[in-house]
Protein backbone atom coordinates (compact mmCIF):
# COMPACT_ATOMS: atom_id res chain seq x y z
CA UNK A 1 0.00 0.00 0.00
CA UNK A 2 2.59 2.42 0.88
CA UNK A 3 4.52 1.48 -2.44
CA UNK A 4 7.20 -0.06 -1.07
CA UNK A 5 7.73 -3.70 -0.10
CA UNK A 6 10.20 -4.92 2.09
CA UNK A 7 11.18 -8.47 3.57
CA UNK A 8 9.67 -8.37 7.28
CA UNK A 9 13.42 -9.70 8.75
CA UNK A 10 14.83 -6.56 7.10
CA UNK A 11 11.88 -4.24 8.62
CA UNK A 12 12.42 -5.57 11.88
CA UNK A 13 16.19 -4.81 11.76
CA UNK A 14 15.81 -1.36 10.57
CA UNK A 15 13.31 -1.11 14.03
CA UNK A 16 15.28 -2.57 15.87
CA UNK A 17 18.58 -0.21 14.74
CA UNK A 18 16.18 2.84 14.49
CA UNK A 19 14.40 2.29 18.00
CA UNK A 20 17.30 1.19 20.04
CA UNK A 21 18.46 3.18 22.84
CA UNK A 22 22.47 5.06 24.40
CA UNK A 23 23.18 4.94 20.43
CA UNK A 24 26.76 5.81 20.23
CA UNK A 25 27.21 6.28 16.31
CA UNK A 26 28.24 9.68 14.50
CA UNK A 27 24.51 10.38 13.44
CA UNK A 28 22.67 8.44 16.17
CA UNK A 29 18.20 8.61 15.68
CA UNK A 30 16.52 10.45 16.93
CA UNK A 31 13.52 8.57 17.63
CA UNK A 32 15.22 7.03 21.19
CA UNK A 33 15.67 10.77 22.87
CA UNK A 34 12.09 11.47 21.52
CA UNK A 35 10.39 8.43 22.93
CA UNK A 36 12.20 8.63 26.54
CA UNK A 37 11.84 12.42 27.13
CA UNK A 38 9.53 12.91 30.11
CA UNK A 39 8.48 9.47 29.83
CA UNK A 40 7.74 9.37 33.52
CA UNK A 41 5.69 12.64 32.60
CA UNK A 42 3.60 11.59 29.36
CA UNK A 43 0.20 11.70 30.59
CA UNK A 44 -1.70 10.95 27.78
CA UNK A 45 -4.54 13.12 28.36
CA UNK A 46 -2.63 16.26 29.75
CA UNK A 47 0.13 18.36 27.21
CA UNK A 48 2.53 20.21 29.15
CA UNK A 49 4.67 22.53 28.07
CA UNK A 50 7.52 20.38 27.61
CA UNK A 51 5.80 18.26 25.32
CA UNK A 52 4.88 21.38 23.14
CA UNK A 53 9.43 21.27 22.91
CA UNK A 54 9.29 17.70 22.16
CA UNK A 55 9.63 17.84 18.18
CA UNK A 56 13.09 19.50 18.82
CA UNK A 57 14.42 16.07 19.51
CA UNK A 58 13.13 15.03 16.37
CA UNK A 59 14.67 17.95 14.27
CA UNK A 60 11.79 20.32 13.77
CA UNK A 61 12.22 23.35 16.26
CA UNK A 62 9.11 25.24 17.04
CA UNK A 63 9.36 29.06 16.89
CA UNK A 64 8.14 31.03 19.91
CA UNK A 65 5.26 32.53 18.31
CA UNK A 66 4.86 29.02 17.69
CA UNK A 67 5.25 27.33 20.89
CA UNK A 68 2.70 30.33 22.20
CA UNK A 69 0.01 29.57 19.81
CA UNK A 70 -0.07 26.12 20.86
CA UNK A 71 -0.01 26.73 24.48
CA UNK A 72 -3.66 28.82 23.41
CA UNK A 73 -4.50 25.63 21.73
CA UNK A 74 -3.85 23.44 24.19
CA UNK A 75 -7.08 22.93 25.57
CA UNK A 76 -8.53 21.64 22.15
CA UNK A 77 -5.44 19.39 21.75
CA UNK A 78 -6.23 17.78 24.82
CA UNK A 79 -9.66 17.32 24.23
CA UNK A 80 -8.93 15.65 21.15
CA UNK A 81 -6.41 13.57 22.66
CA UNK A 82 -9.09 12.16 25.24
CA UNK A 83 -11.14 10.36 23.03
CA UNK A 84 -11.24 7.55 23.58
CA UNK A 85 -10.45 6.05 20.44
CA UNK A 86 -7.11 7.09 20.25
CA UNK A 87 -6.28 4.60 23.40
CA UNK A 88 -6.59 1.88 20.99
CA UNK A 89 -4.20 0.52 18.53
CA UNK A 90 -4.17 2.30 15.02
CA UNK A 91 -4.70 -1.19 13.59
CA UNK A 92 -8.25 -1.64 15.50
CA UNK A 93 -9.48 1.61 14.36
CA UNK A 94 -12.33 1.76 11.53
CA UNK A 95 -12.60 4.86 8.97
CA UNK A 96 -15.46 6.26 10.93
CA UNK A 97 -13.02 5.69 14.11
CA UNK A 98 -10.18 7.63 12.54
CA UNK A 99 -11.66 10.53 10.92
CA UNK A 100 -13.11 11.80 13.86
CA UNK A 101 -10.29 11.54 16.31
CA UNK A 102 -7.75 12.37 13.66
CA UNK A 103 -9.87 14.97 11.41
CA UNK A 104 -10.56 16.74 14.75
CA UNK A 105 -7.25 16.91 16.35
CA UNK A 106 -5.78 18.25 12.80
CA UNK A 107 -8.53 20.75 11.92
CA UNK A 108 -6.92 23.29 14.56
CA UNK A 109 -4.21 23.42 11.51
CA UNK A 110 -6.76 24.81 8.98
CA UNK A 111 -8.89 27.38 10.90
CA UNK A 112 -7.63 30.52 10.43
CA UNK A 113 -8.66 31.60 14.25
CA UNK A 114 -7.20 28.60 15.72
CA UNK A 115 -4.19 27.96 13.83
CA UNK A 116 -0.47 27.88 15.98
CA UNK A 117 1.68 30.14 13.76
CA UNK A 118 4.68 28.33 12.19
CA UNK A 119 3.02 25.07 13.24
CA UNK A 120 2.16 22.75 10.44
CA UNK A 121 1.31 18.91 10.42
CA UNK A 122 4.50 17.37 11.28
CA UNK A 123 5.26 19.66 13.92
CA UNK A 124 1.59 18.83 15.76
CA UNK A 125 2.28 15.05 14.78
CA UNK A 126 5.39 15.17 17.01
CA UNK A 127 3.41 16.59 19.86
CA UNK A 128 0.59 14.57 19.79
CA UNK A 129 2.44 11.03 18.97
CA UNK A 130 3.95 10.97 21.96
CA UNK A 131 0.95 11.02 24.03
CA UNK A 132 -0.94 8.14 21.25
CA UNK A 133 1.71 6.97 19.90
CA UNK A 134 -0.52 3.19 19.10
CA UNK A 135 -3.05 5.61 17.14
CA UNK A 136 -1.57 9.03 16.09
CA UNK A 137 0.89 8.25 12.98
CA UNK A 138 4.26 10.73 12.76
CA UNK A 139 4.60 13.15 9.79
CA UNK A 140 8.23 12.73 8.19
CA UNK A 141 9.98 12.30 5.18
CA UNK A 142 9.30 8.51 5.27
CA UNK A 143 5.15 9.22 5.08
CA UNK A 144 5.96 10.79 1.56
CA UNK A 145 6.00 7.00 0.36
CA UNK A 146 2.15 6.97 0.92
CA UNK A 147 1.72 10.16 -1.28
CA UNK A 148 1.25 10.47 -5.08
CA UNK A 149 3.79 8.50 -7.42
CA UNK A 150 1.43 4.92 -6.64
CA UNK A 151 1.19 5.81 -3.25
CA UNK A 152 -2.51 5.29 -1.63
CA UNK A 153 -2.91 8.59 -0.87
CA UNK A 154 -3.16 10.74 -4.31
CA UNK A 155 -1.59 14.04 -4.31
CA UNK A 156 -4.08 17.12 -4.57
CA UNK A 157 -3.31 21.11 -4.76
CA UNK A 158 -6.23 21.74 -2.15
CA UNK A 159 -6.46 19.46 0.62
CA UNK A 160 -6.72 20.36 4.30
CA UNK A 161 -4.48 18.70 6.83
CA UNK A 162 -7.43 17.01 8.78
CA UNK A 163 -8.36 15.49 5.53
CA UNK A 164 -4.51 14.71 4.70
CA UNK A 165 -3.53 13.29 8.41
CA UNK A 166 -6.89 10.84 7.66
CA UNK A 167 -6.07 10.03 4.77
CA UNK A 168 -2.38 9.11 5.31
CA UNK A 169 -3.48 7.49 8.74
CA UNK A 170 -5.87 5.39 6.91
CA UNK A 171 -3.22 3.86 4.65
CA UNK A 172 -0.60 3.30 7.35
CA UNK A 173 -3.52 1.38 9.17
CA UNK A 174 -4.56 -0.60 6.19
CA UNK A 175 -0.44 -1.67 6.00
CA UNK A 176 -0.29 -2.34 9.50
Known amino acids: MGAVAIPLDLAIDWLRMYTSSGQSAASPYAYPAYDQYECG???PLRLRDADLLAPVLLNV??????YYGLQRV????????????????????DDNQISAA????????DDPN???PGVRGTTLS???????????????KWIRRYVGGGGP???????????YMV??????????
Open 167 to 176: QVTNAIRDDI
Open 114 to 116: LAP
Open 74 to 93: RPHLERCLAVKDLAQPLAEL
Open 61 to 66: APKIRS
Open 153 to 163: VPLTAKRTWAD
Open 126 to 140: KIVHRKRPQALVLHD
Open 41 to 43: NND
Open 102 to 109: VGTLYSVL
